[in-house]
């Protein structure tokens, strides 16, 4: 890929800071957008933009390295306007979101003015200033109710159980919907339990760890029964990478009176980005116990108000396009995530 400008939203968060951190090692001059919210620990996401360089305390935009970051919040529309009149992007990655399923029972609005008005106004800016192409965080969680497995982008994802996942399920449609009617390319990602290094504090295993070294006992749901398809993040970010420049087609043969939703007569297309091998939460413990050199207090408890009992994403339409081949085990991933854990928290 050559040298480009790319934008990325979300940019203090996990998977956006190791997303912008790859694109600068790789030569590219990068543009971060953050709200920087205390939906979870701010220290953690000022530490990630330190870590790319970038001076926390200085004025609104920060250049260093090929890194500029702007403290915006992609639901206000005249902020939007203003970083794209004084920048020109190549390519959007939009990442930004209001995260976590069980938050979204808390407090609906949060999700309503990120996920819906915030991509709307993403989808404007692309609209009019002309992008090559959109990629955007969509998530495992739209399958829903789905009980086929693997989950495929072929099947149908119209019963949601979280409004999370219904305004993941929304972004799909608007992507859709301005990819036909402007000519957008546009591309998501429905990404399946990231974890590593810098990662979410609200996230099961992140939240395990911390309990873990304050001896407090952890909440495993459903007998610890449910599966997940963990995904280490430099699986990712390296897919989202392969991703930038494939740039998605019209599909001249779309049958209309039989529409598959993995393909389009618009310039749109759909992928799960997963690691394809679910992991029993039983097991996803035990790998995180040995990683950290502790064992956990365990309280069992029934499953939880819109969580689904397992997620398993069929990647093969993804590695078709672009060569993804996700290769990072668990025992791997939770190991390195634990060196880092206690590097930053200083654990014993």
């Known amino acids: 890929m050559a040298k480009t400008t790319i934008l990325v939203t979300g940019a203090a968060g996990f998977i956006g800071y190791h997303l912008s951190k790859k694109l600068l090692e790789l030569g590219n001059d990068v543009v971060g957008i953050d709200n920087i919210n205390d939906y979870y620990d701010t220290a953690l996401k000022y530490g990630r933009l330190t870590d790319l360089g970038v001076e926390v305390n200085e004025p609104q935009s920060n250049k260093h390295k090929g890194f500029s970051f702007y403290k915006a919040d992609i639901s206000d529309k005249p902020a939007l306007e203003?970083?794209?009149?004084?920048?020109?992007?190549?390519?959007?990655?939009?990442?930004?979101?209001q995260a976590g399923v069980r938050y979204s029972i808390e407090n609906p609005d949060a999700y309503v003015q990120s996920n819906v008005q915030g991509f709307m106004n993403i989808l404007e800016m692309a609209r009019h200033y002309k992008p090559k192409h959109l990629i955007f965080a969509s998530s495992s969680s739209v399958y829903g109710l789905n009980g086929q497995m693997p989950f495929s982008t072929s099947h149908h994802t119209d019963h949601p159980v979280s409004l999370y996942a219904a305004t993941k399920k929304a972004n799909e449609m608007m992507a859709h919907c301005y990819a036909q009617l402007y000519n957008i390319p546009c591309t998501g990602l429905r990404?399946?339990?990231?974890?590593?290094?810098?990662?979410?504090?609200?996230?099961?295993?992140?939240?395990?760890?911390?309990?873990?070294?304050?001896?407090?006992?952890?909440?495993?749901?459903?007998?610890g029964d449910l599966m997940r398809d963990f995904t280490y993040i430099d699986d990712i970010v390296d897919g989202i990478v392969r991703l930038i420049d494939k740039v998605p087609q019209k599909n001249e043969a779309f049958d209309n009176k039989n529409p598959d939703p993995s393909t389009s007569s618009a310039p749109y297309a759909i992928y799960n980005i997963g690691n394809n091998k679910p992991v029993q939460l039983k097991e996803f413990i035990e790998t995180l116990e040995n990683a950290l050199g502790h064992e956990a207090v365990k309280e069992y408890k029934p499953m939880q108000q819109g969580d689904v009992y397992a997620t398993f994403a069929d990647v093969s339409a993804l590695n078709k396009v672009c060569g993804f081949e996700p290769k990072t085990n668990i025992k791997e991933g939770l190991g390195k995530f634990a060196a880092w854990y206690k590097e930053f928290y200083q654990q014993a």
């Open 191 to 223: 990404f399946f339990t990231v974890y590593g290094p810098w990662g979410r504090p609200d996230m099961a295993y992140f939240g395990f760890t911390q309990k873990i070294f304050n001896g407090q006992p952890i909440q495993v749901f459903n007998n």
């Open 82 to 97: 203003e970083i794209f009149r004084n920048n020109s992007f190549d390519y959007i990655i939009h990442l930004a979101a």
